[in-house]
DNA sequence: GACCAAATGAACAGATCGGTACACCTTAGC
DNA sequence: GCTAAGGTGTACCGATCTGTTCATTTGGTC
């Protein structure tokens, strides 16, 4: 059975993608870094903006999926496992690849609102929501739209300064900032 | 006298490169907006980079000042100042020109840590931490520094929501929340 | 008006960009 | 072995990229 070349072809993207900046990255780097011909790419997506969403949903599916099977291994009931997030969160941004949240790096580098990549990382970030959402109200807090907003909010700017480096510890920070949200909600 | 066609260019890069994003926004299209030519750019500046540079502490520059004088318009207290900051935020993101931040764009961009870029981003962030920490410690809260960045994070985490455009009012919730960690440090 | 600094415009250089065309090769299934 | 699907390599296209050169124009001061 031959390798699946068009899923090998978004993988390489997203990470090169990812490290390198959407704009800043040419297709001829993309097939110098995955050995897939130009002609292949153009066979399975029809323009590099295709490509980038391709592999912005491949990163969506890693890290949810990622990110829920280490919640769930590390807390069980719902509110330990709102604070489990900035664990996770942790656990990526001590990965040497981290390089900041690529939904984060799409929406800036595509600006427009009406930007198909644009509305995607949108999309993303309302999936993130529904799911903090989800476990605020299992956890049977107060004003759980609010707060699932609240915590999201930490999540990112606990992401964002983690990219620039300047704090130890970003993402403790964060969580003790959201026990005490959580605290004052229960 | 002449006006100063360097502060111009500057000026316009400045928009431009924020609007339009960095990598995505040529020389040829800062001609053709600025109205200057390019052979002027380039006496006046080296290289792109040096020129978005220049954009980025303008950019700096401007909005320190006018964000520390709406807080001081706003509140004269110091705890007071602190939640002032969301309301300028909100401001901000109310603008028609809004677009998320010149720093996080500017890092995400150019991500490595080792370039000038990224390192007057980091720089600009490390200005505004100690501006908030020196309220903080003002307002004689309790544990200053983290305080400081977990109120950092909120105003992180409202820009990025403000231009995912997602929620209805970041600023407003995000102040609720500093509100909360204002309170549980006093 | 003369002079000088600042600025312009036009053309250029080499490189890269996203994308196309086409002959040829490789792999997998029958 | 044959065939079709998948893939490659090479060259190409028109456009754009950052940056350079140089003759000319413009603006300000005396």
Chains 1, 2 share one sequence.
């Not at 323009?47 to 069980?76: G, N």
């Not at 040497?96 to 995607?120: G, L, N, R, V, W």
């Not at 606990?158 to 909600?185: M, R, V, W, Y």
């Amino acid at each position: 059975m031959r390798k699946n070349k068009r899923d090998e072809l978004v993988q390489q993207a997203m990470e090169t993608f990812y490290r390198n900046g959407f704009h800043a990255t040419g297709m001829d780097m993309l097939v110098a870094e995955s050995g897939i011909s130009k002609t292949s790419m153009y066979k399975h997506f029809k323009s590099k903006d295709e490509l980038i969403l391709a592999a912005l949903k491949l990163r969506e599916e890693q890290f949810h999926s990622w990110s829920a099977q280490r919640v769930a291994e590390l807390a069980s009931e719902p509110r330990d496992q709102l604070l489990a997030l900035f664990d996770v969160l942790d656990e990526w941004f001590k990965e040497d690849t981290f390089k900041s949240c690529m939904f984060i790096k799409a929406s800036s580098e595509y600006p427009e609102p009406d930007h198909p990549i644009h509305q995607q990382t949108v999309e993303q970030r309302n999936a993130m929501y529904e799911g903090v959402l989800t476990l605020v109200e299992a956890a049977a807090l107060k004003n759980p739209e609010a707060l699932a907003r609240q915590l999201l909010m930490l999540q990112e700017g606990a992401i964002i300064t983690a990219h620039f480096g300047n704090s130890k510890d970003p993402a403790g920070e964060a969580k003790i900032a959201a026990k005490a949200l959580i605290d004052a909600a229960s």
